[in-house]
């Protein structure tokens, strides 16, 4: 008998939970599935857990779930063992979110950690704030964040309100792998974690706390408050956790003229209006460009479930509307944040862009335009979240902005983790400021491509599913590291930088105190001739996919999209030649 059907039917003879065995005892007969299922522990990697709702060692259920918790408590009561232990825990609107943060609490409990779990619907960010906000050690956020339906997942945050980065979560990963047996790991009941104090609910004065500081994030307040109501705004949550957040923030602000998509805004963990709840698709505006035919909205914002990632939609002068790219919306975030500053006297070289590895070059030649350095970090906002908790532990730095493409925002460092709520407040603020000097953001951005240069990105997706898919990229990168094309669109290779032999990467920072090595991860990195584009190419750390990244800049948008297109054409066919 193989180790997965073994596996398995221990499974079918101790499972107690009625929806398991039903799952189960449906699989049966189905070797193939019983083996995907069990073949292997889903994997808590360093920022926690993702996979498929379902029966199984490999798949987010109730008992992964426990078993990943008993490994983080285990961790906890090791690396905290001199003080009293809490965790956060929130959830967002997915299928098992809430039973997931329960049984999380109920597993801590168990262990003699207190969890303190929003009654609520609560975004990433918020989850971020409560941690440093109420003096936690970790913190849990139970999301799959855009994936679809069938998804679920487990993000393990620390004490400075950021997710574990490599060596903490290398040893948290450790104490999860010892744990071999799930159907053994222990639960307090609900009622006795109440009454021990081990169990708390949190309620809205922490969402109040938290709005409170974003409010405090507003560069213009003598504009929002002559001027919101002139503004009109259609938001969406996507059927996810932003809808109070935001809402409240942006009645708070006297931006009156907002409208939620109505079908959206109800939280349904089968996100029924759109295929994926993702802001970066321009698809899942279609119920809120509608609503433009009767409100000619100025700008359309989204959030995704956990409401940590933000997209914008702008009204051009011609009445459609342009949805941006996370590099844009980060630039034009960052411009309006320099020259609001620079405008009162409070920007100065002490202040610090902070950015991935995948992210365009513009925002950091933007800040430089200013006097303002930069940061690169790999990339997973983690990074930036740690970053931002080194400095203020420093002091000589002023954190400013810290972005990646993937539509992750974040502009003040009371979160360590992106946050739609704060940018679509920015961005609701930026548009009016541009209003009211008569253009768009759109407008904007093409006067700094005039100033600048146009500057183009573009992402190119191979899914390899499955375990034929895996060996499939781990091929593909070792050849690439073999044998590194000599071009990419027709332009020389000048340099190329492979992070999974660590160190520094050329051109990295403006700050030689800042200046420190890379961990070690899977991605590798080419300038091309002339500074003038670049790729990186890297598995993603959540999906079955090989992720290509593309940057150009050209005197206009014809040239910088000829270089793009090469770039992507030559490359996608040298790799799938290997």
């Not at 499974?11 to 070797?31: F, T």
């Not at 104090?197 to 709005?211: M, N």
């Not at 630039?331 to 100065?348: M, N, P, Q, S």
């Not at 810290?402 to 603020?429: H, N, T, V, W």
Request: aromatic content about 8%; glycine content about 8%; proline content about 4%.
């Amino acid at each position: 008998m193989s180790a997965y059907y073994e596996i398995y039917q221990k499974w079918v003879n101790e499972v107690k939970d009625p929806e398991l065995l039903k799952e189960l005892a449906e699989i049966k007969d189905q070797d193939d599935q019983i083996k995907e299922r069990f073949y292997t522990n889903l994997d808590f990697g360093t920022g926690g857990i993702r996979g498929v709702l379902g029966a199984g060692t490999n798949r987010m259920n109730v008992l992964t779930v426990r078993r990943a918790t008993q490994g983080v408590a285990d961790y906890l009561n090791k690396a905290c063992a001199a003080q009293p232990i809490q965790v956060i825990i929130a959830y967002d609107s997915r299928h098992k979110s809430r039973e997931f943060a329960l049984e999380s609490a109920l597993v801590l409990a168990k262990n003699g950690i207190a969890a303190k779990v929003f009654r609520e619907l609560a975004p990433t960010p918020l989850l971020s704030f409560a941690v440093t906000h109420l003096k936690a050690q970790s913190g849990i956020v139970i999301t799959a964040s855009h994936n679809s339906k069938e998804y679920n997942g487990y993000k393990l945050y620390w004490s400075h309100g950021g997710q574990m980065t490599d060596q903490r979560a290398g040893d948290v990963i450790q104490c999860v792998n010892s744990i071999q047996n799930e159907l053994s790991v222990e639960t307090m009941s609900r009622e006795e974690a109440e009454a021990k104090g081990l169990l708390v609910w949190l309620g809205d004065e922490v969402v109040s706390a938290y709005l409170a500081r974003v409010q405090s994030l507003v560069q213009n307040p003598e504009l929002v408050s002559q001027h919101a109501s002139e503004l009109k705004i259609i938001y969406t949550p996507l059927h996810g956790a932003g809808l109070v957040p935001v809402t409240r923030l942006f009645k708070n602000l006297g931006f009156s003229q907002m409208r939620v998509v109505p079908d959206q805004a109800k939280p349904d963990p089968d996100f029924p209006t759109v295929k994926l709840p993702n802001p970066e698709d321009p698809a899942v505006y279609e119920l809120a460009l509608k609503m433009t035919r009767d409100f000619p909205a100025d700008i359309i914002l989204g959030s995704d479930p956990d409401a940590d990632r933000a997209g914008v939609g702008c009204r051009g002068k011609d009445g459609k509307y342009v949805f941006l790219s996370g590099n844009q919306i980060g630039v034009l975030i960052l411009d309006y944040l320099l020259t609001t500053k620079k405008a009162r006297g409070a920007l100065d070289a002490r202040h610090l862009v902070i950015k991935s590895v995948v992210t365009a070059q513009m925002g950091v030649d933007l800040a430089a335009r200013h006097g303002v350095p930069y940061m690169n970090v790999l990339t997973g906002f983690k990074y930036i979240g740690e970053l931002i908790d080194q400095l203020a532990a420093r002091g000589d730095y002023q954190y400013l902005f810290g972005y990646e493409e993937s539509y992750g925002f974040l502009i003040g460092d009371f979160c360590r983790d992106k946050d739609a709520p704060q940018a679509c407040m920015i961005l609701a603020e930026a548009a009016l400021y541009h209003k009211q000097n008569g253009e768009t953001l759109l407008d904007r951005l093409e006067t700094l491509f005039g100033e600048m240069g146009c500057y183009l990105e573009s992402q190119v997706n191979i899914s390899l599913p499955g375990l034929s898919g895996m060996d499939r990229l781990a091929k593909i990168m070792a050849e690439l590291r073999r044998t590194s094309p000599k071009t990419i669109g027709g332009l020389e290779i000048t340099y190329m930088k492979d992070f999974a032999e660590g160190g520094g990467e050329q051109g990295q920072s403006v700050l030689t105190s800042l200046t420190r090595e890379f961990p070690v991860t899977n991605l590798l990195r080419y300038e091309l001739k002339g500074d003038t584009a670049w790729c990186c190419i890297r598995p993603s750390g959540t999906e079955p996919k090989l992720k290509l990244y593309f940057g150009a800049k050209g005197a206009g948008r014809q040239e910088a999209q000829a270089m793009l297109d090469a770039m992507q054409k030559e490359l996608s066919a040298h790799i799938n030649g290997i």
